[in-house]
């Protein structure tokens, strides 16, 4: 077989965008089980919540630990 270059770009191009889609998906599966068991540890200790203030709760503490790191470097 024989493949022209145009070919094997293209071929890397859907490649990427194969791995990136798949990289995507796995992280927000992630992020929605670490959101969800935030949420069940909340109910659990008696802490009537609502999911999206979790939600915000975590993007808070990335955002302060992505500070921390920044400044840090």
Do not use: P, W
């Amino acid at each position: 077989m024989h493949f022209t270059v145009i070919q094997i770009i293209i071929m890397f191009l859907i490649g990427y965008i194969c791995l990136y889609t798949l990289v995507d998906r796995v992280m927000k599966c992630i992020e929605h089980c670490a959101t969800a068991r935030a949420y069940g540890r909340f109910r659990e200790a008696g802490v009537m919540t609502k999911m999206d203030d979790v939600a915000a709760g975590i993007a808070k503490s990335k955002e302060e630990k992505d500070n921390v790191e920044k400044r840090l470097n």
